[in-house]
Every structure is written in C-alpha cells, then in structure tokens.
C-alpha cells in the first residue's frame, strides 16, 4: 500500500472525499444565506433548520407515500420554499424597518420550534433513509474507490451552485435582484414589485436548504439536531468568506470542507474545531472576510 | 425617591425568600438573574448582540467545579478562579469580536463559543457528557458551612448583589454613557474622539466576567457543571431571558430569567416541547413585545 506522510493515500483522499461532501453542504447553505441576506438583511438563523426539515420531507414522503428519492428532490425544496413564503410573509416582512439583530432573533425562535416539535415526534436519534438503487456500490478508480452518491452530490452541488451564480449575475432576474439589494426604493419606483421579489428571494434560499437536506439524507442521519449542528460552521464559514460575493461564498464552503477532511486524517481531535480556529485567523488578518466587502 | 423603595421592598423579599420558596430553585433563578444581567450590559447598553455568551457561563462553571472538587478551594477561591477563566475568555475572545459589526459580531461569538463547547467536550478534566458532579460546597472562607441550602442561599445572594451593584455602577458611570453612546450612534461616537473599539472591549470583558461569575456560583450552588451550561442553546436562552424581562432596562433580565427558570421547572415534563415554547415565547417578544417586560411597565408609566 503506497503512503503519504504515513498515511495511506487510500484513506487520505477518501477523508478527502468525505471533506469535499461536507463542504458541498456548507458552499450551498452559505450561498442561500448569502442570497438572503443580500435582499433582506436578515441572517437566517432558521437556515439548518429548514435543511433538517428537507431532509425530513425526503424521508416522510419515502416512509408514509412511498415517494422516493428523484421525486423528493424536487418535491422537498418546494415544501420547504413555500414554509419560506408563510415564514416571510407573515413575520420578517415586518421586520424590515427594524435593527438588522432582530430578524436575527426571529429566525432563531422558529429553528428552536422547528427543532422542538421535530425532536417531540421523532425523537433525536437519526432515522435511515435508503439510498436509491443507481447510487449503490463504487466506482474503481485502481488506486481508490469513489462511492457513486458521493460523486453525485459533489457534482450536483457544483452545478447547483454554478446555476445559482448564473441565475443572479447573468439573467434579468439577477438584475432585478441586484437592483434590489442596492437600492430597493428606486427598483420599486421602476416598477418592479419588491416585495414579491424579497419574498422570492427568501423562498429560493430555503428552498435551496431544502434540496442540501435531501441529499444529505441517505448520507447522513436524518435527525432534528443536523440543522443546529451544521448551522454554526456555516455561519464560520460566512465569516471567513464574507457574503458580499457569491463564488465567494461557493469557493469558502468547499475548501473548509477539504480542509476538515484533512484534518481528520493528520489530527483528529482538531477537526471539530479547525473551522472556527481559521475563522479567528481570517478574523485577525482580513477583518472583512476573505471575499468581503463590507461598511 | 420611588426607585429607591422598590429597590429596598425587592432587596427585603429576596432575603426573607428561603423561608418562604425552595432555596435550590431561587439559588438557580439568582444564578441566570446574574447572568442575564450581565449579557445585558452588552446588548441592553453597548448595543452588542454575543450569541455565546455560554462560553462564559459555562466554562466558568467547570473551573468552579473543578478547583472546589480536585483541588479542594473554599468556595469564594473557586468562585474567583472561574471568574478569572471567563475573564481571561473573554479578552481573547472580544479581541476578535470587535474587529466585526452587527451581525456578524454575533455570528463570531457564537462560532467562538462553539469553539470552546468542542474544547469542553474533548477536555479530559470536563468528563465530557457527565459533566463534573457532585462539587462540593465546603466552608465559605473556611468558616461557614455551606452545605446547608439557606445558609448557601445566602451566599449566592451576596454574590448576586456584588454583581448588580457593579453592572449599575457601570451603567450609571461616564464609561456605561460612552456605552450608550455607541449604542446609538457608533460613527458618531467614533468621531467625537472616543476609542470604540477599546470601549466595545472593555464592555465585553467586564460582561464575560460577571457571566463567569453567575456560572461558578451556580456550580456550586447546583453540584455540577455540564456540557448543557456551554452549549448555543445555553446562549440562546440568555437571549431571550433579557429580550422578555426588557433590553436595556437593569431590572428586565433578571426578571425575564426568573420567568424562564420558572417555566422550565414547570414544563419539565413536557420534554421537547420546552423548546418549542421558548422558540415561540421569542418570536412573540420580537414581534409584538420588543421592550419586554420591564421596558413595557417603564414606558407606560412615562419613565426613561
């Protein structure tokens, strides 16, 4: 077996591997909460919730309809969106005007309520979700063996991503949205309705929540607590790339993935902690993010 | 002349309360009072949200703990050790808060506090998900024994009121105005010549402090210190303890806490479901209830 700084190579890129899944997560939960807060100065706390809720619709439509894999991946997200429409229209929308801490605090009562009621009728150990057929087995690469699903969600969520930046800096839409962002007085007065834009916009970043949960179902758990527990990393990550960039956001979230991963393997009892030590290095050297352009 | 007398009439009902309540359970309330309070001198008065403020409580609690139990200290030396861990806490981590604004100030509190969470679950002194139990209260300046409740109740009342007395004190000193004034308009106080961010600092390190000092009291006042008292939603529950009693106000955090202790000892039974009423008791107080108790009774009698 060939080594690398005394590990095997075959172990090394599978932590790899595993690291790149991680930060697959991480690159799509930071966009969304950089599209949101781009057009509603809100950080969405609510944010891991609304991903442990999708992965819950996957495995409720698996477990009571029989609704499987391919299905839930578009179901799931719109049932999380549209939990996003209620959740804006009935509660941020009158935050607008208020301290920025608010919306803050708003999002984090509904992730305790989502936690809580999920917790009171599924309990806080994990379910499985079984993952589809095609995805079963390996591909053999001679010198490692990539297991299919995770190819698929690395490979989805690159696209994912890539189609999130298109969508925002290349179509009219985007513009719309950008406008938004910078001046929403003046896009109004063009005639575009912001608030069904705002609105929007909220929908599509839990929604996108939503579509990490289901992938991250049959990969891991589906528990109430995966949201807490991937939200704060997530929020590290958005500090050490700062969310006035999109392929900020993207690039951010795969490479603290990686680097996890890599320190799994050369030092264990650090991995759970490396995130934030890097984000208090970022924090000393470019106070603004790496991606950053904030004041 | 009225403030005087509720202080007096409230001072007068917290020492004859342990023959009325259940000192363990007014033990615990005076311990979170202590502790909203102290978070409170942040956000109320700097205008700071920290997301982690458990870091604080919580890893105070553990040296508490630890120095009454393995290295056997009286009780005020092993208050004072988890006083200074917070403290010293709370200069390293405010020195890298500061360097951010707004939200994300709270977004890196609350990464940092998780930080120290993963350290306290890795730590071979915490005993990871046991939590140290069974600290021992011994004899306060090895004279009194504390291990009866009342005379311990005692104890935490006067660790309570040293901490009061000294976030009022702030409050109300030419540095809590700078405070203030930052609060309300950090640009504006930055260019009147003030160093904010040293200001900013100084606010963090002295409600890390206080904060720590809550955690090690309740230490020894409850026998344990656990992985729960370092955890986000430790910090959450600060949050909104002083968002009901009153941001802002001296008297709403403690009065939010000691709600919130009381509901949690009430509704223990429902298991998850705590949860999801605090969950719900902040969305209501951020939609319909921002100046929370006391600042709603204040506002409605014309004071402030």
Known sequence: MTELFGIPVQALLGQLMLGLVNGSFYAILSLGLAVIFGMLNIVNFAHGALYMVGAFFAWMLLNYAGIGYWAALLLAPIGVGLIGVVIEKTMLQWLRQLDHLYGLLLTFGLALILEGVFREFYGSSGLPYDLPDVFRGVFDLGFMMLPKYRVWVIVMSIVLCGATWFMIEKTRLGAYLRAGTENPQLVQAFGVNVPLLITFTYAFGVGLAGLAGVMAAPIYQVSPLMGSNIIIVVFAVVVIGGMGSILGSIVTGLALGLIEGLTKVFFAEASTTVVFVIMAIVLLLRPAGLFGREK | ?304
């Open chain 2, 1 to 304: 002349m009225n403030r005087a007398l509720l202080y007096a009439v409230l001072l007068l009902a917290l020492l004859v309360a342990p023959w009325i309540g259940y000192p363990v359970f007014l033990m615990k309330a005076l311990c979170f009072a202590l502790f909203a309070s102290a978070f409170n001198l942040l956000i109320g008065f700097t205008g700071l949200l920290s997301f982690g403020h458990a870091m604080f409580f919580g890893f105070s609690a553990y040296v508490a703990a630890h120095a009454a139990k393995v290295w056997g200290l009286t009780p005020e030396l092993a208050v004072v050790c988890g006083t200074l861990s917070a403290t010293a806490i709370g200069i390293v981590t405010g020195w890298l808060a500061v360097r951010r604004q707004g939200i994300y100030f709270a977004m890196v509190t609350l990464a940092l506090a998780q930080m120290i969470y993963f350290i306290c679950v890795q730590a071979p002194f915490t005993y990871a998900e046991d939590g140290i139990q069974g600290v021992p209260r011994g004899q306060l300046l090895g004279l009194f024994a504390l291990a009866n409740d009342t005379v311990m109740y005692y104890f935490v009342l006067g660790v309570f009121l040293i901490g009061f007395l000294l976030i009022h004190r702030i409050v109300h000193s030419p540095f809590g105005q700078v405070l203030k004034s930052i609060r309300e308009n950090e640009a504006r106080a930055l260019s009147l010549g003030y160093h904010v961010d040293r200001y900013k600092l100084m606010a963090f390190v002295l409600s890390a402090t206080i904060a720590g000092m809550a955690g090690a009291t309740k230490a020894l006042a409850l026998g344990l210190a656990t992985l729960t008292d370092v955890s986000w939603q430790m910090s959450g529950e600060v949050v909104l303890m002083t968002l009901l009693g009153g941001m802002g106000t001296i008297l709403g955090p403690s009065v939010g806490a000691a709600i919130i202790v009381t509901m949690q000892n009430y509704l223990a039974d429902l298991g998850s479901w705590v949860t999801t009423i605090m969950g719900a008791t902040f969305v209501i107080c951020v939609l319909v209830f921002r100046r929370g108790i006391v600042g709603e009774i204040a506002h409605r009698f014309g004071r402030h």
